[in-house]
C-alpha cells in the first residue's frame, strides 16, 4: 500500500533537512506557493483528511471556520501534546520526520493566511522537543520559515512550546489557554478557537499527524489521498499497538484495515501464545471491545456503528488472565489525576469512579456499587466544560458493561479472583 | 532569601519573549527555566518569576501547582518516574515499581536518605509501544526488565 508519512522512517538522517529534500522534501511547499489558499483548502476537504488526535473531525472543514474578515492576525496550533494511553504515533512522525509536520505547517498557515505557529509538545517529551527545536533551526536557516520563504513573499514564524505535564492540555482551548501560560482549563464555547483562540486571534488547532498528511495532499492531491482509505475517511492512519503482541509499534495503514487484521498479522499476534480477552481500540478513553467484536474495519464510522471509537488509534491489547476489574481501576486512577477541576461532575465524578473501582478491585466492594458506578456516569456524560469527563465514562461503562460478571464476582466474593495482580 | 537567573538565564528570558504576542505566555518556560536554575520552583522563584512577567505570584503559583512537571520540593539528583498506566501495567509495570521501590529503599513520591534518587510513578508517557517505560530526569528508558531497570540505575554516577 502506498504510504503518506513513514516510507523513510527507516532512515535515521531524514530527521536532517538535507536528506528530506534529497527525497523531494519541500517541493510540495513550492507547488503550494504557486496555488491559492482557497485552491488548497479546496484539495483537503477533497482528502477527507479527518483530524488524527481523536475527535477525527474534517480538517477542511474545520479550516472553513475561520473568519472570512483578514483584518485581524490569526495562529495556528499544532497539537502535539500526545497523551491518550496507549497513544505514541505522533511521537514517531516527530523523531523521524519532524520537517513533514514543518513543512506541512508551512503550506497550511499559507492556505490559512497565518503568520504565527506554535507547535504544543507535551513537556516529557524532552528529546522530541529538542529534535523539533533543530529542524525549525535547519528550516529558518535554508529559507523554509521566516521572512518572505522562498521569495514567495509569504512570512511565518514557528515556535516549540513545551506543556508541563497535563492530560488535558491535548484539549485545545485548555492548550490554547496553557500556551497563553495560564492553567490548563477548558474554556467554554463558543466562541470557538476559530473565532478567538490563542492570545485573542482567531486560530486553527490541528494535531501533528494531521497537517504532517498536508504536503502529500498538495503533491498527489485530495482525491488521490481520499482513495488510500475509505468513504469519509482519506488516507492512512498512524495506529499504534501496545499490550503483548508480537511486534507492537506505529504502523501506517489505510483509514480502512481491519482491527483483527491488525493485532493478528499486522502486530504479530499475541505474545507467549496468549489468547485475546478484550481491546480498547482508539485510546483509553474509548469503550472497550470483546475479542469476538473485533472483526471489523478501523476506520471512524464502522468503529461507530459498534458503539466505540476509532479515537487516536492506539489500539491497547488486553490478554486472557487480566483482571478487568483491575484494569479500569487503573484508568480511573489516571483520569482521577487528571480532571482538571473545573466541573464539578467531573472533579468529584473521576474521584468517586476512583474510588469505586478501587474498592470493588479491593474486595471491599458493596452490592449496589456497580449500579452506583453507572449512575454516576449518567451525570457526567456530556455535563461538563469539556470531553474529559466523557473520557473517563465511556472506559467506565464499556467495561461494565462487556464484563459485568468480573465486576460481581469481585462484590460476592470479596476479594480479585486474580489475585490483585496484572 | 531572593533568587534571581543567571546571565545565561536572563538572555534565554528576553529570547523567549520575543516568540509570544504576550508577555504572560512565557510563564511556563520560565518556570522550567527556574527550576533548571534552581534545581526546583521554590516560594522565591514564583515571586522573582511574577515579578519578571508583571503578575501576582499566586497567578504563578496557581500555574506551577496545576503541572506535574515543575517540582516544588527539591527533588533527588535522579527523578525516577516510571509509568503505572495501562499498557506499561499490562506488561508489568506494577512488578517494576515494587522492584525499584524495594531496591532504593524509598516509596514512590520519596527520595532516598542520601539525595540520589527521588522515586515516582507516571501517568502515561506516550511510549506505550516499548512498554514498560520510565523517565530518569530528561531521559526515557524502554522496554525495561528488572535485568535492564537494575543496570540502569546502577550505573548513574
Known amino acids: ?422 | 532569601m531572593s533568587v534571581a537567573f543567571s546571565e545565561t538565564g536572563r538572555a534565554e528570558f528576553e529570547r523567549l519573549l520575543t516568540r509570544y504576542p504576550d508577555r504572560k505566555a512565557v510563564v511556563l518556560p520560565a518556570l522550567y527555566l527556574a527550576q533548571k536554575e534552581f534545581g526546583y520552583v521554590s516560594a522565591e522563584a514564583i515571586v522573582y518569576i511574577a515579578g519578571l512577567v508583571g503578575t501576582s505570584p499566586a497567578e504563578i503559583e496557581g500555574v506551577a501547582t496545576f503541572y506535574t512537571m515543575y517540582n516544588r520540593k527539591p527533588v533527588g539528583k535522579y527523578h525516577v518516574q516510571i509509568c503505572r498506566n495501562i499498557s506499561c501495567s499490562l506488561l508489568g509495570a506494577e512488578h517494576l515499581i515494587e522492584h525499584v521501590s524495594k531496591k532504593l529503599g524509598v516509596r514512590p513520591g520519596e527520595t532516598t536518605p542520601d539525595g540520589k534518587f527521588t522515586l515516582a510513578t507516571a501517568e502515561c508517557l506516550g511510549s506505550c509501544g516499548t512498554a514498560p517505560v520510565m523517565q530518569v530526569n530528561d531521559e526515557y528508558h524502554e522496554n525495561l526488565t528488572v535485568e535492564s531497570i537494575d543496570r540502569i540505575l546502577d550505573q548513574l554516577p
Open chain 1, 1 to 422: 500500500m502506498e504510504k503518506v508519512l513513514t516510507t523513510h522512517f527507516a532512515n535515521e538522517r531524514y530527521r536532517r533537512l538535507d536528506t528530506y529534500r534529497q527525497y523531494g522534501g519541500y517541493e510540495a511547499l513550492k507547488k503550494a506557493f504557486a496555488m491559492t489558499p482557497e485552491a488548497i483548502i479546496d484539495e483537503v476537504k477533497k482528502a477527507n483528511l479527518r483530524g488524527r488526535g481523536g475527535a477525527g473531525f474534517p480538517a477542511g472543514v474545520k479550516w472553513g471556520f475561520l473568519p472570512k474578515d483578514l483584518s485581524r492576525p490569526r495562529a495556528l496550533v499544532i497539537n502535539a501534546d500526545e497523551g491518550e494511553p496507549g497513544t505514541f504515533k505522533d511521537r514517531v512522525i516527530m523523531t523521524r520526520g519532524p520537517h513533514l509536520l514543518i513543512e506541512g505547517i508551512a503550506i497550511s498557515s499559507f492556505a490559512l493566511r497565518v503568520h504565527a505557529c506554535w507547535i504544543y509538545i507535551r513537556g516529557e517529551f524532552v528529546r522530541e522537543a529538542k529534535i523539533l527545536d533543530e529542524a525549525v533551526a535547519e528550516a529558518y536557516a535554508a529559507g523554509l520559515l521566516g521572512k518572505n520563504i522562498l521569495g514567495s513573499g509569504f512570512d511565518l514564524d514557528v515556535t516549540v512550546h513545551r506543556g508541563a505535564g497535563a492530560y488535558i492540555c491535548g484539549e485545545e482551548t485548555s492548550l490554547i489557554n496553557s500556551l497563553e501560560g495560564k492553567r490548563g482549563w477548558p474554556r467554554l464555547k463558543p466562541p470557538f478557537p476559530a473565532s478567538v483562540g490563542a492570545f485573542g486571534m482567531p486560530t486553527i488547532v490541528n494535531n501533528v499527524e494531521t497537517i504532517a498528511d498536508v504536503p502529500w495532499i498538495v503533491t498527489h492531491g485530495g482525491d488521490t489521498f481520499a482513495a488510500l482509505g475509505v468513504e469519509k475517511n482519506g488516507g492512512t492512519r498512524l495506529v499504534g499497538v501496545s499490550g503483548p503482541v508480537n511486534r507492537p509499534g506505529v504502523y501506517e495503514l489505510s483509514a480502512g484495515a481491519n482491527l483483527k487484521d491488525v493485532i493478528y498479522n499486522v502486530a504479530g499476534g499475541m505474545l507467549d501464545g496468549k489468547k485475546l480477552k478484550a481491546v480498547i481500540p482508539g485510546g483509553s478513553s474509548t469503550p472497550v471491545l470483546r475479542a469476538d467484536e473485533i472483526d471489523v474495519t478501523f476506520d471512524i464510522e464502522s468503529m461507530a456503528r459498534i458503539g466505540t471509537m476509532s479515537g487516536t488509534s492506539g489500539v491497547i491489547v488486553i490478554p486472557e488472565g487480566t483482571c478487568m476489574v483491575r484494569a479500569l481501576s487503573v484508568l480511573m486512577n489516571f483520569y482521577a489525576h487528571e480532571s482538571c477541576g473545573q466541573c464539578t461532575p467531573c472533579r468529584e465524578g473521576t474521584g468517586w469512579l476512583k474510588k469505586l473501582v478501587g474498592r470493588i478491585e479491593e474486595g471491599k466492594g458493596r452490592q449496589g456499587d456497580v449500579e452506583l458506578i453507572l449512575d454516576l456516569c449518567d451525570n457526567m456524560m456530556g455535563r461538563t466544560i469539556c470531553a474529559l469527563a466523557d473520557a473517563a465514562v465511556m472506559p467506565a461503562q464499556s467495561f461494565i458493561w462487556k464484563f459485568r460478571e468480573e465486576f460481581d464476582r469481585h462484590i460476592a466474593e470479596q476479594k480479585c479472583p486474580y489475585g490483585n495482580r496484572f
